[in-house]
């Protein structure tokens, strides 16, 4: 921390008043508690004359602000504590920020590197380095770093996407060897490497991070890294892209069927909708629920509100997806996809989607369904997401997608609720044929229905294992069923994207409820238990967990645990048991 007068700039000393002044800083504007401030400047339990020796360094501060001729800024005294007043002209942590905030409504990306290139020259050195507080250092320092790093990211992003690949790599070399688990940063250089012709070192930098990767954490590298390093195995061309403002998102429905992402915020001047939406590539079955969902969506009267709900992998935003091109004629406003889930299942907050949603219809149109659009809201984490995005929808019809049931939505705004199940045997024959090949899965229709079994008749344990007989034309379908079924969770994987992963999907899906949800569900489908879900269990819980997509039915009908959640929670009980035993077996005796 410093102090800038003129020409003249003055480092303060670890001392106790310096730590209130960070304390201060940090919290610009806003009425910062004495017991936070006590805290941040004693650590410990402080001392009984706390209190007034806080106001001795308030008046300290007060003495050195007058040195320096400070008198646009000072230390306030207000019920409950303390508070300081900066503006941009006064503290650079307010600069930082209006910069960086600033950017996302720049005219081009040139305006937004600008900005954000200004902003970070604002960092010198290790933020409250000469700040002796503890409790600032482990819990105020990170949050700053996290701050700066996500600019630096977006600056390298937006580099990269101008072509810029030489000029950012001593950003990106110093940004992947001072955050080697960050991986955007290793993602990023090991891209840039391989567009200035260094594929070698390359994947170089991909197989060291991998390995750290491994050794301290156990993990693999993500999906972008994997599909990264395929490419370059491959030769393919890394073209500049347009950059991704983070969240990722907010997007139109192309006819390539490739996501348009739209700017953080509103979206930009004089988009319009692209109006070919693209069919689900094989989708079969659901002809019922497509029919019942259409004619909601459709219809004039009433709420045309739709919430597909069910289990995770069970074809929810497919469902969604094909509904939407096989309507689209009737929304000449266009057809919008806003995915309320980040890439690692982190749902976005209500003030991130609110940003990203369209905005309604205006002009000549409005009113007269020339601007009718249709919105969905893809993998919702719950009531709390929805609902206020609802207003804002105005007239346009909505499907929600979600594992949950969303009860309280459909209660306060009407509409229709789909529960759907897996796919019925011939479904699930139809869409292997769909994906595989008609002749290929003829050829085989005994071995093709044991695959649809092993694959619990879920779309997205179909279409995982229907990657692996695309990928490899001389496997027949009956040995890749032998195959899966040895170890179906496991081996339902690729590789190169986590969403077609059914370890990845389910276990976001676990990790999403509460520990004593999860311990019930695991009850529930694990080893033994093969009986009536709700026995020893309280309603309560088995209601949760119906909500949560990861048990069906109840009252009036008996409870239930699909087959292949079933077969999910016995390796998931088997694999964790026998990782938390391996330390203990090679633990001395």
Avoid at 57 to 86: D, H, W
Avoid at 170 to 188: C, K, N, S
Wanted: aromatic fraction near 4%.
């Amino acid at each position: 921390m410093s102090i800038a007068h003129g020409p003249e700039t003055v480092v303060l000393k670890p001392s106790k008043p310096t730590s209130l002044l960070a304390a201060l800083l940090l919290h610009p504007n806003t009425v910062v508690s004495t017991t936070y401030l006590l805290r941040a400047v004693w650590d410990e339990e402080p001392p009984a004359t706390a209190r007034a020796a806080l106001q001795t360094c308030v008046l300290r501060l007060r003495r050195l602000f007058a040195k320096y001729g400070i008198s646009a800024t000072t230390i306030e005294a207000v019920p409950g504590g303390y508070r300081m007043r900066n503006d941009t002209e006064t503290l650079d942590l307010v600069l930082f920020r209006t910069l960086t905030a600033s950017a996302g409504s720049a005219t081009g990306p040139g305006e937004e590197l600008y900005r954000l290139r200004e902003a970070l020259s604002l960092w010198h050195g290790q933020p409250l380095a000469n700040v002796a507080s503890r409790m600032l250092q482990q819990d105020a320092v990170p949050a700053l770093e996290q701050e700066r790093l996500r600019v630096l990211e977006r600056v390298c992003d937006l580099e990269l996407a101008a072509g810029n690949c030489h000029q950012v790599l001593v950003d990106l070399y110093e940004g992947a060897r001072r955050h080697p688990v960050r991986e955007r940063f290793t993602e990023q250089l090991v891209e840039a490497l391989y567009r200035t012709g260094r594929q070698a070192e390359a994947l170089a930098e991909y197989r060291t991070v991998r390995d750290r990767l491994r050794d301290e954490l156990g993990i693999d590298p993500g999906p972008g890294l994997r599909r990264l390093e395929l490419a370059i195995l491959r030769s393919e061309d890394l073209a500049p892209a347009p950059p991704t403002p983070p969240p990722a998102p907010a997007r139109a429905l192309t006819g390539a069927g490739v996501p348009a992402l739209a700017r953080r915020g509103a979206p930009a001047p004089g988009h319009r909708p692209v109006r070919a939406v693209p069919p689900v590539p094989a989708f079969a079955g659901r002809e019922s629920d497509r029919g019942a969902i259409a004619e909601r969506l459709t219809s004039v009267d009433g709420p045309r509100l739709v919430v597909i709900s069910g289990a995770p992998g069970i074809g929810k935003s497919a469902l969604a997806r094909q509904t939407a091109h096989e309507t689209q004629h009737s929304f000449p406003g266009g057809v919008f996809v806003l995915a309320l889930a980040r890439p690692d299942g982190t749902p976005l907050t209500v003030e991130e989607a609110a940003r990203l949603l369209p905005e309604a219809g205006a002009g000549a149109g409005a009113g007269t369904g020339a601007d009718r659009r249709l919105i969905v809201l893809d993998d919702a984490a719950g009531a709390w997401q929805v609902t206020p995005l609802l207003p804002a929808a105005g007239d346009a019809s909505v499907v929600v997608t979600s594992r949950r049931g969303l009860a309280a939505v459909v209660a306060t705004h009407g509409g229709a609720v789909h529960r759907l199940d897996v796919l019925r045997p011939a479904e699930a024959y139809g869409l292997l044929a769909g994906l595989i090949g008609a002749r290929r899965i003829a050829a085989e229709p005994a071995a093709a229905r044991e695959l649809a079994s092993v694959c619990g008749h879920f779309p997205l344990a179909l279409r995982i294992a229907a990657g692996r007989l695309l990928t490899r034309p001389a496997l027949s379908v009956a040995d890749c069923a032998a195959w899966l079924a040895a170890d179906p969770p496991a081996r339902l994987a690729l590789a190169e994207d986590a969403r077609l992963s059914v370890p990845e999907v389910f276990g976001q899906a676990l990790d999403a409820l509460a520990p004593h949800l999860r311990e019930a569900f695991l009850r529930l489908g694990g080893p033994g238990a093969d009986g009536d879900p709700s026995a020893g269990e309280s309603e309560t819980v088995l209601e949760q967990l119906v909500d949560s997509g990861l048990l069906e039915d109840g009252p009036p009908g008996p409870y239930r645990v699909h087959d292949f959640l079933r077969v999910y929670a016995r390796w998931h009980v088997r694999t964790h048991e026998t990782t938390a035993a391996a330390p203990a077996a090679a633990a001395p005796r």
